[in-house]
């Protein structure tokens, strides 16, 4: 815990232990190296608490982020692994990640032509997601260029659906992309995410693979038994305050929620402007002191109100949101009407995230 005097009142603390042996569960079931997604803030979990972790780990290729701005930060973390962009750079900003050492997605011969010399392309292929890289049918001609340009080091591509049951779609992605590979030099391909390394497993001429969501924990609800994952995420935050409801009050706004007896509450520094989702008002639990109890009344923007009632608990005792076991990001997300995805990068920033064992 942090001693300076004004610090942060909800945490969110990363397990080394657990995303090391995700890792290493993700790798060998896709018989290669990792790319590991590190976007949005890894996440959520926070890119220097992740990329610190990821860069010691054997399994790992590489890093991958979103935008050229999170490039840049991750390139400055000095993580010791290639950092690969995922998204098109605006022209300017091509030089300055390639000085980087950023490798960046190439989806046309213009962008070919104007990579520096040192620069290092992974050519994008869009074998069926529609959002970016280049048709298959442009991809050949833009690849042999980039080999003739000395720039190659990789190709990949993005599944649109496989972390859905019906994998048809999946698989003829996979079959547009192996076609153009075939015409291409050896490179480093690339394209499941965690779904897909979970559906398809090992897919020949494949040299690394992307897995996000399941680096940090999570399987769609039907391939949970693929691989046992753990959630590295544990999130806390404090109590500021407890008080006695009297039997037939309301607490919070529009009054929602009604007190059947004299309620024991405690004031808890977590809200939704935090990214506890407002939409989990009604359903919302959390751990305290080890026992499983609701969350009463609307959740607030900062802050909201467990019923502890019987509890021995006092102030500045801390209140469990989700860890790896008993309360899930996945039961958040549920009772938010959301997905883990948008809840973990939901977060927000007076969540102070550290790392742990
Ligand atoms: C986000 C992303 C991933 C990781 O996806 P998950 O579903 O979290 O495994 C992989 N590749 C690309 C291109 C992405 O944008």
């Not at 599944?159 to 992309?177: I, K």
């Not at 009604?282 to 467990?306: F, K, L, S, W």
Request: aromatic share 6%; with cysteine; charged share 20%.
């Amino acid at each position: 815990m942090p001693q300076n005097k004004l610090s942060a009142r909800a945490h969110a603390r990363t397990s080394a232990a657990a995303l090391e042996g995700n890792l290493r569960a993700l790798s060998r079931r896709a018989g290669v190296p990792l790319l590991l997604p590190v976007k949005a803030g890894a996440y959520g979990h926070g890119l220097d608490v992740v990329a610190r972790i990821a860069a010691g780990h054997p399994d790992v290729w590489g890093l991958a982020v979103a935008t050229p701005q999170e490039a840049g930060t991750l390139a400055g973390l000095n993580p010791g692994k290639p950092v690969v962009l995922l998204t098109p750079p605006r022209p300017a900003e091509v030089p300055v990640l390639a000085d980087l050492g950023v490798r960046l997605p190439v989806a046309s011969l213009e962008e070919a032509e104007n990579l520096p010399p040192h620069a290092r392309a992974h050519l994008k292929v869009d074998t069926g997601m529609n959002r970016l890289g280049a048709r298959p049918e442009d991809a050949v001609r833009i690849g042999l260029r980039l080999a003739e340009r000395g720039v190659l080091e990789g190709a990949y591509t993005h599944f649109a659906t496989a972390d859905e049951p019906d994998l048809a779609f999946a698989w003829e992605q996979f079959r547009r992309f192996q076609q153009v590979l075939a015409q291409l030099p050896p490179l480093l391909a690339h394209a499941s995410n965690g779904g897909g390394i979970l559906s398809l497993g090992a897919l020949p001429g494949m040299g690394l693979a992307r897995p996000g969501l399941a680096s940090y924990g999570f399987a769609p609800a039907h391939l949970k038994d693929v691989l046992p994952l753990t959630p590295i995420m544990t999130l806390e935050a404090e109590i500021t305050h407890l008080h006695m409801a009297r039997a037939g009050e309301t607490v919070s706004y529009g009054g929602l929620w009604q007190a059947t007896r004299d309620t024991l509450l405690a004031t808890v520094s977590l809200g939704y402007a935090d990214g506890y989702p407002r939409n989990a008002t009604g359903q919302a639990q959390v751990i305290v002191a080890g026992e499983r109890r609701p969350v009463v009344g609307r959740i607030c923007m900062d802050q909201c109100m467990v019923d502890v009632t019987g509890l021995a608990v006092a102030v500045g005792e801390s209140v469990r949101f989700w860890g790896p076991d008993s309360i899930t990001v996945g039961d958040v997300a549920g009772w938010g009407g959301t997905n883990e995805y948008e809840v973990l990068t939901g977060l927000g920033t007076r969540v102070e995230r550290l790392g742990a064992e």
